[in-house]
């Protein structure tokens, strides 16, 4: 759906197809000219290009080695990929973009970084030891229509991770954190010592918090007893690398297709595997708003580091010294920060982490830096008051437009329905498939407490029910809740069979379920069923 907005200097509105024409054309005139005057692709991160704005939502799986990664792959596709390899051992010894194609195939990693269909080509800056450990699967799969996964080298641990790998391997990885739109990382319940190797890796994550969920795989295999110990080990080792209060989510589980070992926590695992697939499912839903926000995050990194470049550029001599100088201004960053902070009003949290900052600046030419260019940072500030909130408008436009996105197939088709259903069967679903009525079972109880309430020709007032239903210690929200779907007749009143479903509902909810927003079909009494189908 076409969208406008005006340009900085104001003339004629602009038009849009689509969200990511609008975001591409945003970097093109706006941000990338400020990136490209103040070296920030030399200092952060490559420029985007077209693929980068097109591309699905993309998935990408961490972990040490045999934490169940590419099982986790072939689990939510059900089907395996070229290049796959599993084992107790580190097999996967290679990036594999796991992507949709008419054909089943491997690309090598040389060729795809110059596929500019692909998101990959800035990653041949991590040059040949790299790319001979890159490659691209491409398979006809529904799940790959959404979305696609990036599988990862199992992050070693002990003497393993001292043998170098020949590339920066958390570089690499952060190069695919800013892209992708989820970062898994997997956690086998056997096995929680977090290497040297992996706290490196999740601490050039520590950016992309918000799109990191945690898996503590394999939970199938303790008890629970161990599992809460486990648990809250793992918890305690995330808290103290991370280093910040917030809780990250863990979903706990077995997820592979095999009978579990130990089945105690079976409703846990089948929960946590629901909220899981919930959260992937909704990847492709959010995925303009997800490059929205990376791109204003890109904006705001850029405004910082085009102070400080400018800032270091207005400190150097013009002739004799330069060295000597280039050294001082490195060592005193931190103040350089300081003053930026408070002169432009800039939260330090926009800031370049200082050491990382220092080591790159050391083999720059600061003399070939730019000096501060208003009209560049006006554009980048536009953009951001003004172009941002109405391609803000136009991602709301576009959901409301377009049918329900979902990623579908594979193991998200074996929740969905039917009774292997997320909670088919169980609380307000209960007695879905039986042809008697389920709160039946009980009617002879609750009868009884029906009949001392003293009813009126067989019914009982709003009042004498509510000193019953008191008597659960439910919240009056949720009670008026249960009175509203008990009185089926809307009369004010309950009869026997209304006030026997009124129990049975309070009995759904103490035993942990939620309330259906509406009766279903098979809790309405049976001499009602009739006058609410009419209704």
């Known amino acids: 759906m076409p969208s406008w907005w005006s340009k900085t200097s104001r003339k004629d509105p602009e038009l849009f197809q689509n969200v990511s024409e609008g975001l591409r054309r945003l970097y093109r005139t706006k941000l990338f000219p400020l990136e490209d005057t103040y070296r920030f692709h030399d200092f952060h991160s490559p420029a985007l290009e077209d693929a980068d704005f097109d591309n699905k939502p993309m998935v990408l799986l961490v972990g040490q080695y045999s934490t169940g990664k590419t099982t986790f792959i072939r689990h939510l596709m059900e089907q395996d990929f070229p290049g796959m390899r599993i084992g107790p051992e580190p097999t996967t010894d290679s990036f594999i973009a796991v992507m949709h194609g008419d054909q089943e ?35 006809p799969n529904p799940v790959l229509e959404s979305i696609s996964i990036i599988d990862t080298p199992g992050i070693l641990s002990g003497e393993k991770q001292r043998i170098s790998r020949g590339y920066d391997f958390a570089a690499v990885l952060e190069w695919f954190a800013e892209r992708v739109d989820r970062i898994i990382l997997l956690f086998d319940a056997h096995k929680l010592d977090i290497s040297d190797e992996f706290s490196e890796v999740i601490r050039a994550l520590k950016n992309h918090e918000d799109k990191m969920r945690v898996v503590l795989n394999k939970a199938d295999q303790i008890s629970t007893q161990q599992l809460m110990r486990v648990y809250g080990a793992l918890m305690w080792s995330l808290g103290k690398i991370i280093g910040t209060p917030e809780v990250v989510r863990v979903y706990i589980g077995s997820f592979w297709a095999q009978p579990l070992l130990v089945p105690d926590n079976r409703k846990l695992f089948e929960a946590e595997e629901q909220d899981l697939f919930l959260d992937i499912q909704s990847l492709p839903r959010n995925a303009a708003l997800r490059k929205l926000n990376d791109l204003i995050k890109r904006a705001r990194l850029a405004k ?61 030419d600061f003399s070939k830096f730019a000096t501060l260019k208003p009209k560049l940072l006006e554009a980048v500030e536009d953009m951001l008051a003004n172009d941002i909130a109405r391609l803000m408008t136009m991602v709301r436009q576009e959901e409301a437009a377009m049918p329900s996105q979902s990623v579908k197939g594979g193991a998200f088709e074996g929740t969905m329905t039917g009774p292997f259903g997320h909670g088919y069967g169980e609380g307000a679903s209960e007695g879905i498939d039986e042809l008697e009525w389920v709160v039946g079972r009980d009617k002879p109880t609750y009868d009884e407490i029906f009949y001392t309430l003293s009813p009126i020709n067989g019914k009982v007032s709003g009042a004498a029910a509510k000193k019953e239903m008191l008597k659960s210690k439910l919240p009056n929200t949720v009670l008026g809740k249960i009175w509203k779907l008990a009185d089926v007749d809307k009369d004010g009143l309950l009869d026997d069979e209304e006030f026997a479903l009124a129990n049975h509902l309070i009995k759904v909810k103490l035993e942990g379920h939620e309330l259906p927003p509406s009766l279903p079909e098979h809790l309405v009494p049976p001499s009602k069923r009739g006058t609410v189908m009419e209704a």
Do not use: T
């Open 105 to 139: 195939g491997q690309i090598p990693g040389n060729a795809l970084v110059v596929d500019p269909k692909k998101p990959f080509r800035k990653l041949n800056a991590f040059g040949n030891a790299f790319l001979n450990r890159f490659m691209c699967a491409q398979m």
């Open 304 to 364: 910082v580091h085009a102070y400080i470049i400018s800032s270091l550029k207005k400190e150097m001599p013009s002739v004799f010294g330069k060295d000597s100088k280039k050294k001082e201004l490195i060592a005193n960053l931190g103040e350089i920060y300081l003053k930026i902070e408070k002169e432009h009003q800039i939260s330090p949290g926009d800031f370049p982490k200082l050491a990382k900052m220092q080591e790159l600046l050391n083999g720059q």
